[in-house]
């Protein structure tokens, strides 16, 4: 092999990883198992619904525990008792995680699919299933474990293939319009490679004009862990173009980079955080220069601010990063946009006007985008984040990191504030240091132990009742208002909570701030706000 080949296959090697496929819902409706449950779609589209798992639960507080693409299979048991604003909060939590669909089997719990649930669904734009014959839930997810094992195996042979042919073009270094000719030829149809800003670079018919990108025919190209494109695929047979269009755009991105097609500034500003956030830049001079060749000149004497945007995991990223750039370009002015790993990042001068003027800018951004994502996806964004502001380019990994975590604390705890600063979730970013160890776990049953078995033995609200309290400045008047409660009811609850977790912990400082941690923590850890009502809980 060729010093060139080898360098080729170092920076984009075979893939030699599980393939990760996504099966259209139409296609699973099909399956025998899933057939006999007789479903009824009342919401979405089974053919534009792809399915990366299949799996069954009754928790209602699911949303959390999902990681996006399944298909949730349930009785309805968790929604037993919801009220038509908790079955929408139960969708709303689902589609903040990316689920492909919902499957509620009628006859258990309820007759029809709920009308609350269905008007979240619908403007979610989330599938939902009716499953009107009893099959055991086990048959239907090994069923669909088998037809998934047949696809990969299907998929990693064609793949192995397509790699191959499409890796060849680059080596024999034929340039960037053989190989979409190559791809055209492999998908048996045509292909379109179309930068980010709209541009046709390049065609396997010249002639011919792009076809609308949609989630089946394109897949974004990315460089530098940035999209610096689309890649459209326009083929009648289904399997040969979501084959190439499971390699072919990592090839595409190794031809520009071959080829030295960086210098487009989104493409660019994106390889450049992705460097700052891995601390690859060996000097401040240099990652200047990169910024001024990005289109940010990194002058002094204006305080610089990384911002993350947070948003539906369901939104396509090269969709949610050109509209952060556009939108940012608008607030900020001249700005650096880029993805790194799952998350949108731009940089740009803290406004004049300091905090109150950044929060401003902030909410707008956050109000603009959401608008924008419902309106074209019907998913939304969840915040936009703010780390601190740092007077030198060199610092800006710091600010990057800061704005990241609270894009992710953000999206855990599902709050959809427009603006938030790192310090608004400081106490939430003490607590992600600690939560996967022994010492938090310990100090949350210690502290919150009695009201939560409580709460789960009798169906009542302590734990509820107690972080409004506490939220209220201990105001009696006002956390009755804020519960629904008559004022004797929280008396009486007071009076439970301080039985529970002995002596008078409400009356001392210390043990208040105590209380007041383990809450916070234990949103965290579960994704659900300590005041939420749950709907198995009684009044």
Same mark, same amino acid.
């Given at each position: 092999?060729?010093?060139?080949?080898?360098?080729?296959?170092?920076?984009?090697?075979?893939?030699?990883?599980?393939?990760?496929?996504?099966?259209?819902?139409?296609?699973?409706?099909?399956?025998?198992?899933?057939?006999?449950?007789?479903?009824?779609?009342?919401?979405?589209?089974?053919?534009?619904?792809?399915? +990366?798992?299949?799996?069954?639960?009754?928790?209602?507080?699911?949303?959390?525990?999902?990681?996006?693409?399944?298909?949730?299979?349930?009785?309805?048991?968790?929604?037993?008792?919801?009220?038509?604003?908790?079955?929408?909060?139960?969708?709303?939590?689902?589609?903040?995680?990316?689920?492909? !669909?919902?499957?509620?089997?009628?006859?258990?719990?309820?007759?029809?699919?709920?009308?609350?649930?269905?008007?979240?669904?619908?403007?979610?734009?989330?599938?939902?299933?009716?499953?009107?014959?009893?099959?055991?839930?086990?048959?239907?997810?090994?069923?669909?474990?088998?037809?998934?094992?047949?696809?990969?195996?299907?998929?990693?042979?064609?793949?192995?293939?397509?790699?191959?042919?499409?890796?060849?073009?680059?080596?024999?270094? *034929?340039?960037?319009?053989?190989?979409?000719?190559?791809?055209?030829?492999?998908?048996?149809?045509?292909?379109?490679?179309?930068?980010?800003?709209?541009?046709?670079?390049?065609?396997?018919?010249? =002639?011919?004009?792009?076809?609308?990108?949609?989630?089946?025919?394109?897949?974004?190209?990315?460089?530098?862990?940035?999209?610096?494109?689309?890649?459209?695929?326009?083929?009648?047979? &289904?399997?040969?173009?979501?084959?190439?269009?499971?390699?072919?755009?990592?090839?595409? $991105?190794?031809?520009?980079?071959?080829?030295?097609?960086?210098?487009?500034?989104?493409?660019?500003?994106?390889?450049?955080?992705?460097?700052?956030?891995?601390?690859?830049? %060996?000097?401040?001079?240099?990652?200047?220069?990169?910024?001024?060749? $990005?289109?940010?000149? !990194?002058? +002094?004497?204006? %305080?610089?601010? $990384?911002? *993350?945007?947070?948003?539906?995991? +369901?939104?396509?990223? #090269?969709?949610?990063?050109?509209?952060?750039? +556009?939108?940012?370009?608008?607030?900020?002015?001249?700005?650096?946009?880029?993805?790194? /790993?799952?998350?949108?990042?731009?940089?740009?001068?803290? %406004?004049?006007?300091?905090?109150?003027?950044?929060?401003?800018?902030?909410?707008?951004?956050?109000?603009?985008?959401?608008?924008?994502?419902? @309106?074209?996806?019907?998913?939304?964004?969840?915040?936009?984040?703010?780390?601190?502001?740092?007077?030198?380019?060199? =610092?800006?990994?710091?600010?990057? #990191?800061?704005?990241?975590?609270?894009?992710?604390?953000? @999206?855990?705890?599902?709050?959809?504030?427009?603006?938030?600063?790192?310090?608004?979730? &400081?106490?939430?970013?003490?607590?992600?240091?600690?939560?996967?160890?022994?010492?938090?776990?310990?100090?949350?049953?210690?502290?919150?132990?009695?009201?939560? /078995?409580? =709460?789960?033995?009798?169906?009542?609200?302590?734990?509820?009742?107690? /972080? !409004?309290?506490?939220?209220?400045?201990?105001?009696?008047?006002?956390?009755?208002?804020?519960?629904?409660?008559?004022?004797?009811?929280?008396?009486?609850?007071?009076?439970?909570?301080?039985?529970?977790?002995?002596?008078?912990?409400?009356?001392?400082?210390?043990?208040?701030?105590?209380?007041?941690?383990?809450?916070?923590?234990?949103?965290?850890?579960?994704?659900?706000? %300590?005041?939420?009502?749950?709907?198995?809980?009684?009044?």
């Amino acid at each position: 092999m060729s010093r060139d080949a080898a360098s080729l296959l170092t920076i984009c090697p075979l893939p030699r990883q599980r393939v990760r496929v996504l099966v259209p819902l139409s296609q699973v409706l099909t399956l025998p198992e899933v057939a006999a449950t007789s479903p009824v779609v009342l919401t979405g589209d089974p053919d534009r619904t792809p399915v +990366r798992w299949v799996h069954s639960s009754e928790v209602f507080e699911m949303g959390p525990l999902l990681s996006g693409g399944e298909l949730l299979l349930t009785t309805g048991l968790g929604l037993r008792g919801a009220t038509s604003a908790a079955q929408e909060r139960y969708v709303e939590a689902l589609a903040d995680a990316g689920l492909a !669909a919902l499957a509620l089997e009628l006859g258990r719990t309820f007759s029809e699919v709920p009308e609350g649930l269905l008007r979240a669904a619908a403007r979610r734009r989330l599938t939902v299933l009716a499953l009107r014959e009893v099959v055991p839930f086990a048959v239907v997810v090994e069923a669909f474990h088998r037809l998934l094992m047949n696809q990969e195996l299907a998929g990693l042979l064609r793949g192995e293939r397509i790699w191959r042919e499409l890796t060849a073009v680059v080596l024999d270094r *034929s340039g960037l319009h053989a190989l979409v000719r190559r791809i055209a030829d492999l998908a048996a149809g045509d292909a379109y490679l179309v930068a980010r800003d709209g541009r046709l670079v390049a065609a396997s018919r010249p =002639d011919a004009l792009a076809p609308p990108a949609t989630d089946e025919n394109s897949r974004p190209v990315e460089v530098g862990s940035t999209a610096w494109g689309t890649l459209v695929v326009d083929a009648r047979r &289904g399997h040969l173009r979501r084959a190439v269009l499971a390699r072919a755009p990592q090839v595409v $991105a190794l031809e520009l980079s071959r080829a030295n097609s960086t210098q487009d500034r989104i493409a660019m500003a994106g390889a450049l955080l992705y460097d700052l956030v891995r601390d690859r830049l %060996p000097s401040d001079d240099e990652l200047r220069a990169r910024c001024e060749l $990005a289109g940010f000149p !990194a002058a +002094r004497g204006r %305080p610089l601010v $990384a911002i *993350s945007v947070a948003g539906d995991r +369901r939104v396509q990223r #090269a969709l949610l990063s050109s509209s952060t750039l +556009r939108t940012c370009t608008e607030l900020f002015g001249a700005c650096l946009v880029g993805e790194v /790993d799952d998350d949108v990042v731009m940089v740009a001068r803290v %406004p004049r006007g300091g905090e109150a003027a950044l929060r401003r800018l902030l909410g707008q951004l956050s109000q603009r985008l959401s608008e924008l994502m419902e @309106r074209t996806t019907g998913h939304s964004v969840v915040a936009a984040t703010a780390g601190s502001a740092v007077e030198d380019v060199g =610092d800006l990994a710091r600010s990057i #990191a800061e704005a990241r975590e609270v894009a992710a604390i953000a @999206r855990r705890l599902g709050t959809r504030r427009g603006a938030m600063l790192a310090r608004d979730l &400081g106490i939430y970013r003490l607590l992600v240091q600690l939560q996967s160890g022994p010492e938090l776990s310990g100090f949350l049953r210690d502290e919150l132990g009695p009201l939560l /078995d409580h =709460d789960a033995a009798h169906g009542t609200e302590l734990l509820a009742t107690l /972080d !409004a309290y506490l939220r209220h400045g201990l105001g009696k008047t006002e956390t009755a208002g804020a519960l629904g409660i008559r004022r004797q009811t929280l008396y009486n609850r007071l009076v439970r909570i301080k039985e529970l977790l002995g002596g008078d912990p409400l009356a001392d400082y210390e043990r208040r701030t105590a209380l007041s941690v383990a809450l916070h923590a234990w949103q965290l850890r579960t994704g659900l706000h %300590p005041g939420q009502r749950l709907p198995s809980a009684t009044p």
